[in-house]
């Protein structure tokens, strides 16, 4: 009888002392993350850029997505092809979240050459090591940056001519974004054809659309050329660059 008993108190320690080790890890979740999503694309002309497009201060592709809500979130892997959606996808690179939770995750893809098209989707997994299905696929180009010349640093009221640079011959529009240095505050979008195809020289007056604001004296003010070679069907660039910042102010 006292044999049969330590047999059962030895027995009743041990599923304790498990249950204690078990507690809170779900070691045997066979469940799946949800398949993660990429924030939808906006336009070039949108005074905020996020999805998929041209890094602006790397020779880079900027990728983001939504975070997944799953308690148990270990991490993502991004998956890239090279050339065509029906090459080889290898994984890119592992995306851990740690302690790092946020609404949104993001990427920057500085492995690459200009020139050429590649193709990403994503994968969630758990701490149990499930991988989740694939997102959509997604792409994009990267081309060269222009080189902006004017205006910049000081100049006259009357020197408002836009000037640049283009060495790839490849686009076909361009959007300039002109903003206040100290206020955020947009002065002028415009998305317009290649002013000139026969000439990597690119100029534009300002405000030749009639959309921009009167510019003052005192404020610093940035600006900068989103080039597009490609679009899709809904008229996003997926193929392009964005170019470095300029600054100027009006004396």
Not at 69 to 94: C, H, M, P, Q, W
Not at 140 to 159: R, S
Request: aromatic share 16%; proline share 4%; glycine share 4%.
């Amino acid at each position: 009888m006292v044999k049969k008993l330590s047999l059962v108190f030895t027995l009743l320690v041990l599923f304790i002392n498990c249950d204690i080790l078990d507690f809170g890890q779900n070691l045997e979740d066979p469940e799946a993350p949800s398949t993660p999503q990429f924030i939808p694309q906006t336009l070039p002309t949108d005074t905020s850029q996020s999805g998929i497009g041209p890094a602006d201060y790397y020779k880079g592709v900027y990728l983001e997505w939504y975070s997944n809500n799953e308690d148990d979130i270990g991490g993502y892997y991004l998956y890239r092809a090279v050339d065509s959606r029906d090459s080889e996808f290898k994984i890119l690179d592992t995306i851990e979240v740690l302690t790092n939770i946020s609404q949104y995750k993001n990427y920057v893809d500085t492995l690459i050459n200009y020139y050429t098209n590649y193709f990403y989707y994503l994968t969630a997994y758990d701490f149990n090591g499930n991988e989740s299905k694939t997102s959509d696929t997604i792409r994009y180009m990267l081309t060269e940056k222009v080189d902006l010349v004017a205006p910049d640093g000081e100049i006259n009221a009357d020197q408002t001519a836009f000037q640049w640079y283009d060495f790839t011959n490849l686009t076909n529009e361009y959007i300039i974004e002109l903003q206040n240095l100290e206020t955020s505050e947009i002065i002028w979008i415009s998305r317009f054809n290649r002013p000139s195809y026969g000439s990597r020289e690119q100029i534009v007056e300002y405000n030749f659309d009639d959309k921009g604001k009167d510019l003052q004296k005192g404020p610093i003010y940035r600006w900068r050329i989103h080039s597009v070679s490609m679009v899709d069907k809904y008229n996003r660039d997926i193929s392009g660059a964005v170019s470095y910042w300029n600054y100027f102010t009006i004396q």
